[in-house]
């Protein structure tokens, strides 16, 4: 799933909502990270009715011009629960990783037990098997 | 209708007339939606002489590319046949490259520590070495095989890597130099990013039938072999050069196509497009085998009549071909969002 696709589902799940709610219903949600166009936006739209993820929801006619509301349906509703899944399971793997590591500095000086003899520095059978340079 | 209105509905022709059909009232309402202000005088004055941001006109041009390719919305089956047929022009062009790479890497490897120039007494004499560009090349055969196996980041950003650097490598070598270089240095540098684009139309959803691109890989290191294995003088006057290899392979495939009784008319567009690029790549060596001098000149003169000729005629035969296809197709229908 793309990630306006995701924003857009995201969107609906809150309630039927028409174009431009989307489009700032995506504002609010991503921290104004994405920025939907109109031209994405009903690209993105027509996809997922189609496929089945939303439909229209009702009409209204405001200012003389058609407003259409859009739901998620179950179908678009269990996709993105399992997207949500999908990227919630790997934001955790992430995060645990995280709580092992400590930044290195590049370039630091090797510490004394670290040199070889004669100044040469000895390789690790680790970095030899992974390739790599000490 | 104010003026912004009619200016944005100017943009939305820009769209496919079905999609348009469906979506233009709601996607008008939402952009003056996205413009309202609530000071009545900026109100006023956005409706008389406001213009749609370039953000947003850019958006509707993109989405109607992408919808004529089938890369959004609902696919019809015109936009998949534009669609397939520039996803084969994509590979065909990775294939180009990987086959190009394998073949001069392996001729290299084969003549590794030979002198150079074989027929030229040259002091102190040049050995053929692998030097990291050749190394760098064979990216293109990760590329392709990174395209055929559904890894298109890695596809898209190995192929941007090679067109940039060979490009600007280019560029800088002949910012100094003749500026004949311009006349036939420029289109080609413009052809390879036109399809470096068109890697932006594979789909992850749409993967290839692996076989059949990685015997054409094979045939095109054959065929790339063979040619470096020609005569020396044959290739240094231009006589076949890589454009008129394109053609030795463009024109009879393009032969096949018609004769087949059941055409997929994706390729047949394909090929329109590959033989058109052909065309203008074989047109901007021309004032290069024009410099040739007089008494070398008659046979590549010759050979490049030949293969403008031989593409124009198949070229033409495909794009008659593609036409008559999309022509036989239903109109799309139009739809409603009731139905």
Sequence with gaps: MTQPAFFVLTALAGGPRHGYGIVGEVADLSGGRVQLKI????????????????????????????????????????????????????????????????????GRAPSAGSAGVAGTRRRSPRAVADGGAV | MNTLERRYRRVLRLLPAPYRARWEEEMVEAFL?????????????????????????????????????????????????????????????????????????????????????????????????????????????????????????????????????????????????????????????????????????????????????????????????????APTTALAWGIVDSAGLYTIVLVPAAMVQLARPRRDPAWSLALAVMIGITLIRVLGALPGVLNIPPEFVMAPLVAAVVEVAALVLAGALMVVVSVRALARLEPDPHRTIAG
């Design chain 1, 39 to 106: 031209g994405t936006l009903y690209g993105v739209l027509d996809r997922l009715v189609s496929d089945g993820l939303v439909e229209p929801d009702r009409e209204e006619i405001r200012q003389g011009r058609l407003r259409r509301y859009y739901r998620l349906t179950e179908r678009g509703g269990a996709e993105l629960a399992a997207d949500a899944e999908r990227q919630a399971a790997a934001a955790r793997t992430a995060v645990e990783r995280l709580r092992g590591w400590r930044p290195t500095r590049a």
């Design chain 2, 33 to 229: 939606a996205s413009v309202e202000t609530d000071d009545p005088e900026r109100a006023e004055y956005v409706a008389e002489f406001g213009r749609p941001r370039l953000a947003e006109v850019a958006s509707v041009v993109l989405l109607s590319v992408r919808l004529r390719l089938g890369l959004a919305g609902t696919p019809t089956p015109r936009s998949l046949i534009w669609g397939g047929a520039f996803r084969i022009v994509a590979l065909c062009w990775l294939l180009t490259g990987a086959a190009m790479a394998t073949a001069f890497t392996a001729e290299r490897v084969r003549a590794l520590g030979r002198p150079l120039y074989d027929d030229l007494a040259v002091e102190p004499p040049v050995f053929v070495t692998l030097s990291a560009w050749d190394l760098a090349s064979m990216l293109w055969v990760v590329a392709f095989a990174a395209a055929l196996f559904g890894r298109l980041r890695v596809a898209r950003g190995l192929a941007v890597l090679l067109v940039l650097s060979t490009a600007l490598t280019r560029i800088v070598e002949n910012l100094a130099g003749a500026p004949e270089f311009w006349w036939y240095g420029g289109p080609s540098i413009v052809v390879e990013v036109c399809l470096l684009a068109t890697l932006w139309t594979l789909n992850p959803t749409v993967r290839p039938w692996w076989g059949p691109w990685i015997l054409a890989w094979l045939g095109g290191v054959a065929l790339m072999l063979a040619y470096l294995a």
